[in-house]
């Protein structure tokens, strides 16, 4: 059978054969395991034409190093490594000495709102054992502290793609460029699609709130199109609620350039995806996600679960980034030894509902290629008739 032919200029720009990049998911399974992104699942997308992105921000530096060696040994085609770069990790006390004991950060109201909600759900509270010091994010650096050590290892290794999952790259831009590496940046309004294109990022990519895990407000139809009119001729690259080839159609036909897809490998083989997890996503419907803070300090799009719902309906005010992740490794923690996987953070998109079995990476992507293929080389579908008539 003869291989599809898909084509755009985002191809040249990355040196692969379709506009297809696997998003760079990190720990979307409550800390029970590391990046559902791994080098396996990144090289499987790679080496089938698309572009594979590791999930970087699970990983201390040494360990990020090791993961794209992995790539490389299981690939020698393009692949790209995803960081969290949030502007406002920590909040104000990254102005600050970190303390001894980094739960002093957490306001006594919201550890104890959180111990009550916990109570109400049979979990007994623990406090979660500490961090290893070569995984542990420091509280201040250039680019928010987060992942400055990271972004030294990815410079380092001449990554060829870098995806600036949250936040803003353009500290590491020159740097970067320097080394001949794709800087992309991922964004959830035209604002910031703009901020990021005027700071030289070489494409964008727009998630819509259908998204699984950080997502913003805005629908990726209306974001994408906007986008475009924006920031053109810088390309953009469209995300969220794309798990088939209609979707990926779709987009294209719309005039973004590529496409970023994460939930539909959620359920793909490769995925360092925890049992309990991945039984959920498959259950889910389309109506089963909803965006929190409860897990990380910002919107995030999970399957939805009653500790959600509880903290939703609590009215605790979620703290800044990183601080809130100090007393979620302890609810975490208590859920763990409680056995209460099913309320672990499980992020997954929108596209959930249509998701129904386990497969290879390769076989996903074949998949919605194809279909993309088939209906974009017919125009339009049989139900859709246009021309203009004299």
């Keep these: 059978m003869a291989r599809p032919v898909l084509r755009t200029a985002l191809c040249d720009l990355l040196g692969i054969e379709y506009p297809f990049i696997l998003a760079g998911m990190g720990p979307v399974a409550g800390g029970i395991v590391g990046p559902v992104a791994t080098a396996e699942l990144a090289a499987a997308v790679s080496n089938g ?10 990983y201390g530096p040494e360990r990020l190093r090791e993961e794209i060696d992995k790539i490389r040994g299981l690939t020698d085609k393009p692949f790209g490594v995803d960081l969290l770069l949030p502007a406002n990790y920590m909040g104000e006390a990254a102005k600050k000495p970190p303390p001894a004991d980094p739960r002093e950060l957490v306001p006594v109201e919201v550890r ?12 007994p509270w623990l406090e979660a054992p500490p961090v290893e ?6 509280l201040q650096g ?15 290794e001449k990554v060829p793609v870098f995806a600036a999952g949250l936040g803003s790259p353009a500290p590491w831009i020159d740097r970067l460029h320097a080394n001949g590496t794709v800087v992309l940046s991922l964004v959830g309004n ?10 030289g990022v070489d494409a964008v990519v727009t998630q819509g709130t259908e998204a699984g895990g950080h ?25 969220g609620g794309i798990g088939s080839g209609r979707g990926m159609a779709a987009m294209l036909a719309a005039g973004a350039a590529g496409v970023w897809v994460g939930t539909a490998f959620l359920v793909s083989e490769e995925a360092n995806q925890p049992p309990a997890q991945l039984k959920r996503i498959l259950a889910a419907t389309e109506e089963d996600t909803k965006i929190t803070r409860l897990y990380s300090g910002k919107t995030m799009r999970n399957i939805r679960n009653p500790l959600i719902d509880a903290w939703e309906n609590s009215g605790i005010r979620a703290l800044p980034m990183g601080i809130q992740g100090i007393v979620i490794r302890d609810v975490a923690h208590s859920l763990r030894q409680a056995g209460r996987e099913d309320l672990l953070m499980n992020a997954a998109g929108q596209i959930a509902g249509m998701l129904n079995e386990v497969r290879p990476a390769s076989v996903i992507m074949e998949e919605i290629i194809g279909e ?7 125009r339009l579908p049989a139900t859709v008739t246009a021309r203009v008539e004299a």
Excluded: C, F, Y
């Design 112 to 123: 104890d709102g959180l111990k009550a909600i916990l109570a109400d759900l049979d979990v």
């Design 190 to 199: 035209v604002k910031n699609a703009e901020r990021v294109a005027h700071a």
């Design 49 to 58: 034409g698309g572009l594979g992105v590791l999930g970087g921000s699970g």
């Design 133 to 138: 010091t070569e995984t542990r994010p420091t």
């Design 142 to 156: 250039r680019g928010g502290g987060m992942s400055d050590a990271q972004m030294e290892v990815v410079i380092e």
């Design 372 to 378: 993309t293929v088939e209906i974009l080389s017919d």
């Design 215 to 239: 997502t913003g407000r805005i629908g990726t139809l209306p974001l994408v199109t906007q986008a475009i009119e924006a920031i053109d001729p810088v390309p953009v690259i469209a995300a």
